[in-house]
Each structure stands twice: as structure tokens, then as C-alpha cells.
């Protein structure tokens, strides 16, 4: 097992572990998940851990089966879990998350301060997300590799058309037929496999795919040494591997030349169209021409990997075979838009397709519609507009195309189409915006967006692959929130900052940086972390920054007054300090201005809300925020009614497990930021909102 640390915090201290403990992996998980990542550890199944700070990440290997968890623990209150298990595709933290963590306890000073050589680029981290994987419950399957016959001519030109079969008991299944509602299971290699497929196929698993030689190397080398690779003119017989672990006739072609000569075997004919000049031994790729009115095809040679499923393509869609010339006709200008549409890009980049000058001339005034977004600042408010961006084409003309199933626009000469594929990203997006996970898809998206959901928007639109312009305002402020090393330092005062380690510096300036946009957040550091130096570094920010005279507040329990009052008499002693409990009680809101900071019990603030609720404070700093998690009790509806500009929460107590928790929080912190969720929703809709949930909080959370 190999354990290294890569900081990328540029500060002169060194990276701080998070403080885990047997209680803390417990709440973040359950003591079942515990249980079993205590096994896992136990038959060395964790084969790597890397920490990079906050992400703990590593590869757990059981039963011929290894996953890639990735655990944010900028947190351990709100953790973030990326693993390909199910537990981990459903945003749960795993056995494998919390198995690295038990390593990590295990030898956290080696992990910390191993010197590391300078590497080159990093290994990248695959995962399979495309398949449910249980090692229990799945069934075995292979992957195996057939390779065209004309390999020695396409290497050169890095466009070798293959063919990748699944195989369940000794049965070839075309990987489109696999069922997504069973489980599977895949060992090292053929997850490894599975998990290229997925990166290079927009996370789908194809059949037929054209690769480069870098691809197919790494394809095949994720195979070596099994008999998984074949010829497609021998699709009985296995390929050998050599003693050295390369393919006869196969890893000889996949070498980068020094200097690669153009390989040109393409002829233009009189009539625009292109011929291919093969040898005997060459398999001759698809071609295609036509216009916007109609479309020629012609197959690949039988021998390609492409032959079977663009056959089955063409008929099913309604292609006829002219035997004079061996072509596939369609001679429908609105079948031809739509076929364009769906497939164009796959027939070029997926099956080698060749398509003739001709076809070129006549679709050079064919585009594909974009997602765009613009935001733009009116007043004290932002209105974002994404738009399925489709040439001149009104918002209307879009609307009836798709509602008449048709894929295509048209403004005067210019023909847009509506890539399926690009439809269902922005509905998507839509859907997040909104709120909905039933809205149906509207050419152009209009809303106006609060300071708290720039980020989320960004990351929204990111996802869609929109193309989005954000005044200058917008993306500073989002830009803070998405990445902590971007904030500016706090206003501390020298003593105090002097005091404060890194880690508590970048923390008040994360309530800093929310306070001055008029935002709230939970600060969930761990016990011990110093939570309360960094609410008390705030507060004496706001004293001395502020020039408003409004008192600050502190909530807490009844038992930590006096730890308030004691740390701000240590930490920030020019803050005037009043503790509001039993008899020593403030009886009108004007004494209140007499003070910088108001320290009281939830059961004082619920007994004199009267009083509470009709000051206006700078800041409302709740601590043990676990105590106001349900939403009816008393004290959650007493601070929900306090008027202030800044609003924190300080916890040590996990929130993900209990996601109506969150929301009650948010309630305080944020009104109205969180989306709300329908009362009576199907398990899919349910989880659709559950993450929507996490996405939206997880930027107010540190």
C-alpha cells in the first residue's frame, strides 16, 4: 500500500490533517459502513492513499473488484464522497471512502511530510459510473477487443475503427444492450477498461469506437496479458501476448513516429465525390454523400468493426439499398435533417465515416445550436438568461421544431440542428435552475438569481457545457466561493491574526468574505479546530470595520457561556461583552447598543424573543447549531425570527445524514436559498432533490 501527500495550499505551514477519530467516521457514515471498511483495511485492501489536501483520495481493491473513492475533507461534518460503488453513486460515503480514512489515521506523519519527487503528469483517476457495480450481487463481466484488419494503415493516420464486445458466461453482448438496471461486477483490469470507454464515449459504453494509437494503447494495456484481444477476420482465436507484453503485428503499428507522413487515400472524382484507393488487405470505411435534401451512404466493407451496427442504423431508420450501386438512399429533406442531427457527429468521430466534398458544399451552411448564458447586473439584482442559442431562429420557431419532433431549425439559408444529446443537457439545466425536476424544456431560460447561487449556477452551466458570460462583479464574488485560496485575507487585528494558525486565517476569511456579500454559512471544523477564535475574529472584524453601532450576538447552549466569555476576553478583549443569562438579563432593547457582542442561551433567547426580535444586530453567531436542526422547536423558530445582516452556524456534528436537517439550518442562515421539495415525489424524484440539496449547501459549508 502506498501512502503520499501532495499539498497544494500555498502557505508557508504544513498541510493540517483533519482531526479523525473512530466517532467522527461513525457519524460520518454508520457503524455498519465502519464495520465493513475495518475488514477491507484489515485484508489490505487499500492499495493507495493520497492525501491532497482537502481531498483524501486512493484505490481499494477486494474480490477482484477495486474502486477510486474520493473524499472532501474540508469537512467531516459535509462530506463529500466520490466512489463508482452504489453506495457512492448516490452521494453516501462508502466503506472504501472510510477505509482510506482508517488508513489515513493509521500513518497520518507519513502521510504529511513524505518528500515527494517532482512527477510528471498525474496519472488520471478513472471511474465507472456508467454500470452499477456490486461485488455481491453482480454478474461477471469481461470486456474484449476486435481489431480491424487494415490496422497497419489507419495506425498511420490515428483513426483505427474498433470493435468492443461485453461477455457474460461465455456470451458476447454488444455493450448498448447491457442492462443498466443490473448489477455487475468487473475485476482491475476490465474496470479499467470499462472506465476509458466511459471518458472517451461521453460516460456511455460503445461498441464501436475510432481510436488513436495513444488510446488504443492504453486500451490493450489495460488488458496485457489476457487472452481478450482479437482479430476481427479471427474472432475465435485470442491473440498471443509475447513474453514482453505487446500484441504481434499490433503494438509495431502503435508507436509515435518521429515524423508522421500524411497518409492521403482519398480521390476526387468528377462528380465531387470521394473514392478510396485501398489495397487487397484494406477495409474500406464508410462514405457519405448528399445534401441537406437527401443522403447517400455507403457501407463499410464487411470486414469493419462499423458494418454491423451502421447497417442496422440505415435500415432501421428508414434507408433504401439502391443494388445498382450499392448505396443506402434517403431521400426525405426532414429525415435527412434529423438523421444529421442525431448522428453526424458519431458517424465522423465514432466510425470513421468519409464524407465527400460535395456533402461538404452543400452542408457548409449547417450548424449545431449552442447553449449560451448571459448574466447581467440590474440595480442590487442579477438576471441570468440561458438560451438554446440556435442562429436566427426565434424562440418560438425552436419550440414548435421540438414539440414536432424535429431536430433541425431554419432561417432563411442556414439550416441549425438540434443535437438531442445538446437538448437534453440544457432541460437539464433548466430543471436545476428551476428548482423542478419535471419542467419541461423552454428554448430560453429566464430567472433572477440571488448573491448565494452564483456558484451554483456556474457549476450548473459548466456541467451543460454552456458557453457563459458573467459580469466581473459575479465572477468575483463566485470565484471566492468555489476555490478558498482565493480570498482576501481578513481585517484581523495583528495580535490576534498572529495568534491564529493557517487554516483559522482562511476561515475568517471565508465568514468575512460571506458577511460583506450579505451572506450566511456553517463553519463545521472539528473539535477542537478553534472554531470559536475564528467567530471571535470575525466579530472584532465587524467592530472595527463596520461603522454601524449594532451589537453582535452569540447563541449557544447554556453551558458554554461562560467558555464565550472567557475566549473573548482572551482573543479579542476590545470587545465589549455583555452575557445575557438568568438575572443578569438586559430588559430594553436600547441597553443593547451598549455592547459589541451579546452572549446568551437558546432558552433565554426563546423566553425574551419580544426584546431579541426587535433589535437589529451586525451578526448571529449560533453555536452547537445541532440544537436548533428541528425546524418546530422553539428555539430553531427564535433565531429564525432575529433581524441581522450576517448569519453563522458553528457545528461539530455531521449534517449530511439528514438532509431535512440541513434544509431547517439553511432556513436560518439563508431563507428562501434552498430550493423547496415536493410534498409527495417518486424515489427518483427524491434523490433528483436530495442532491440538488447537497449542491446548493455545499459552498456555505467549511
Known amino acids: 500500500m502506498t501512502v503520499s501527500s501532495s499539498s497544494q495550499v500555498e502557505h508557508s505551514e504544513e498541510p493540517t490533517k483533519p482531526a479523525l477519530s473512530y466517532d467522527i467516521l461513525v457519524e460520518m457514515s454508520s457503524k455498519g459502513t465502519l464495520r465493513d471498511a475495518q475488514k477491507l483495511l ?32 474540508r469537512s467531516t461534518v459535509f462530506v463529500k464522497n466520490d466512489c463508482s460503488c452504489l453506495q457512492g453513486r448516490k452521494g453516501q460515503v462508502c466503506e472504501h471512502a472510510i477505509a482510506l480514512c482508517l488508513q489515513f489515521m493509521e500513518a ?8 515527494q519527487e517532482p512527477k510528471g503528469e498525474a496519472e488520471e483517476t478513472l471511474v465507472v459510473r456508467y454500470l452499477t457495480l456490486s461485488e455481491a450481487k453482480g454478474k461477471r463481466l469481461y470486456f474484449r477487443i476486435v481489431l480491424p484488419p487494415n490496422l497497419a494503415q489507419t495506425a498511420p493516420r490515428n483513426a483505427m475503427v474498433v470493435k468492443v464486445e461485453g461477455r457474460i458466461k461465455g456470451k458476447e453482448i454488444p455493450l448498448e444492450k447491457l442492462d443498466k438496471g443490473r448489477a455487475y461486477k468487473l475485476d482491475a483490469a476490465n474496470y479499467r477498461v470499462a472506465a476509458l470507454l466511459e471518458q472517451w464515449c461521453d460516460r456511455k459504453l460503445l461498441s464501436i469506437i475510432q481510436l488513436n494509437r495513444e488510446r488504443l494503447r492504453k486500451l490493450l494495456a489495460a488488458l496485457k496479458g489476457k487472452p481478450a484481444v482479437y482479430w476481427a477476420h479471427q474472432p475465435d482465436r485470442a491473440i498471443e501476448w509475447t513474453d514482453e507484453g505487446t500484441l504481434p503485428g499490433v503494438h509495431a503499428f502503435l508507436e509515435d513516429p518521429e515524423e508522421e507522413e500524411e497518409v492521403d487515400q482519398h480521390i476526387e472524382d468528377d462528380d465531387g465525390t470521394i473514392s478510396v484507393a485501398v489495397s487487397p488487405t484494406d477495409v474500406v470505411p464508410m462514405h457519405v454523400d448528399g445534401s ?11 470486414e469493419s468493426a462499423v458494418y454491423g451496427p451502421a447497417h442496422e442504423l440505415l435500415k432501421t431508420y428508414g434507408f433504401i439499398l439502391e443494388p445498382a450501386n450499392r448505396r443506402w438512399w434517403l431521400r426525405d429533406r426532414r429525415k435527412t435533417l434529423n438523421f444529421l442531427a442525431q448522428y453526424w457527429v458519431q458517424l465522423k468521430e465514432q466510425w470513421g465515416a468519409v464524407f465527400s466534398n460535395n456533402f461538404k458544399r452543400k452542408t457548409v451552411r449547417i450548424k449545431f445550436a449552442k447553449i449560451i448564458g448571459h448574466g447581467r447586473e440590474e440595480g442590487d439584482r442579477f438576471i441570468l438568461m440561458m438560451e438554446l442559442k440556435a442562429g436566427q431562429a426565434g424562440e418560438q420557431g425552436i419550440r414548435e421544431a421540438l414539440a414536432r419532433g424535429q431536430y433541425f431549425v431554419e432561417s432563411g439559408k442556414k439550416v441549425v440542428l438540434l443535437d438531442p444529446k445538446v437538448v437534453e443537457q440544457f432541460t437539464e439545466a433548466q430543471r436545476a435552475l428551476s428548482g423542478d425536476a419535471s419542467r419541461p424544456c423552454t428554448p430560453v ?6 448573491t448565494a447561487q452564483f456558484a451554483d449556477v456556474e457549476s450548473i452551466l459548466d456541467n451543460a457545457g454552456a458557453h457563459f458570460e458573467a459580469p466581473k462583479v459575479w465572477r468575483q464574488k463566485s470565484a471566492a466561493l468555489k476555490n478558498v485560496s482565493k480570498l482576501k485575507p481578513a481585517p ?56 454601524d453601532n449594532e451589537p453582535c450576538l452569540v447563541v449557544c447552549p447554556a453551558g458554554l457561556l461562560e467558555n464565550w466569555r472567557r475566549e473573548a476576553k482572551t482573543f479579542a478583549p476590545g470587545l465589549k461583552v455583555f452575557v445575557n443569562h438568568r438575572d443578569n438579563r438586559l430588559e430594553s432593547a436600547e441597553t443593547f447598543s451598549n455592547y459589541d457582542l451579546i452572549i446568551t442561551s437558546y432558552s433565554t433567547l426563546s423566553r425574551d424573543i419580544a426584546i431579541f426580535g426587535g433589535i437589529h444586530f451586525a451578526t448571529v453567531i449560533a453555536d452547537e447549531a445541532q440544537h436548533v436542526k428541528n425546524r418546530q422547536t422553539r428555539n430553531a423558530k427564535a433565531l429564525r425570527s432575529l433581524h441581522a445582516k450576517g448569519r453563522f452556524l458553528l457545528t461539530g456534528t455531521p449534517l449530511e445524514n439528514c438532509l431535512d436537517d440541513l434544509r431547517s439550518l439553511f432556513e436560518f442562515l439563508m431563507p428562501g436559498y434552498l430550493q423547496p421539495a415536493p410534498n409527495s415525489m417518486r424515489q427518483e424524484e427524491r434523490d433528483w432533490y436530495n442532491r440538488r440539496l447537497r449542491d446548493q449547501a455545499a459552498p456555505y459549508i467549511l
Not at 61 to 70: A, I, L, V
Not at 108 to 115: K, M, R
Not at 292 to 298: C, E, P, V
Request: charged share 25%; proline share 4%.
Open 42 to 73: 484489515d485484508a489490505g485492501a487499500v492499495e493507495d492513499c493520497t492525501w491532497e489536501p482537502p481531498v483524501l483520495k486512493g484505490r481499494v481493491s477486494m474480490g477482484g473488484q477495486t474502486f477510486f473513492p474520493k473524499v472532501n475533507l
Open 108 to 115: 497520518p506523519q507519513e502521510l504529511l511530510d513524505e518528500a
Open 292 to 302: 441537406s435534401n437527401f443522403l447517400s451512404i455507403r457501407l463499410p466493407s464487411k
Open 445 to 450: 431560460y429566464r430567472s433572477t438569481v440571488t
Open 492 to 547: 484581523v487585528f495583528k495580535e490576534l491574526d498572529d495568534r491564529l494558525r493557517m487554516y483559522q486565517r482562511i476561515g475568517v476569511a471565508w465568514l468575512w468574505h460571506l458577511y460583506k456579500n450579505d451572506l450566511g454559512g456553517i463553519l463545521a471544523d472539528e473539535m477542537g479546530l478553534g472554531k470559536t477564535v475564528q467567530a471571535l475574529a470575525l466579530l472584532a472584524c465587524i467592530r472595527d470595520e463596520v461603522s
